[in-house]
């Protein structure tokens, strides 16, 4: 049975950073290129980042460029994403999603406030 599991989100102060991460199971992790979305109150769901099946290519949103990264680790069948200098704006449940399959995780909610 595939899983995807997120956690990391919280609340932080705008300039925080954190660190999502999804676990993944019941799937080949490694041929599978991954993405983080992220849906905010009232708005529609939104790519955020990209990594391809090894990792050697990465795609961002331009609101998140130079803020976040994205990175795999195909030993532990794991996703991150870095996600510094937070801004308000980047409030909203994050999801991990396996391109191949359309496997989508629960979602973690990363709250951005002071």
């Known amino acids: 049975q595939v899983h995807l599991v997120e956690s990391g989100g919280g609340l932080v102060q705008p300039g925080g950073s954190l660190r999502l991460s999804c676990a993944a199971t019941g799937f080949r992790f490694s041929g599978n290129p991954m993405s983080w979305y992220r849906q905010a109150p009232g708005k529609e769901r939104e790519l955020v980042a990209t990594i391809t099946s090894v990792g050697g290519t990465t795609n961002y949103a331009d609101s998140v460029k130079g803020r976040f990264t994205i990175s795999r680790d195909n030993a532990k069948n794991t996703v991150h994403l870095q996600m510094n200098s937070l801004k308000p704006e980047d409030t909203a449940v994050y999801y991990c999603?396996?391109?191949?399959?359309?496997?989508w995780g629960q979602g973690t909610q990363v709250t951005v406030s002071s």
């Open positions: 999603f396996a391109r191949y399959g359309g496997y």
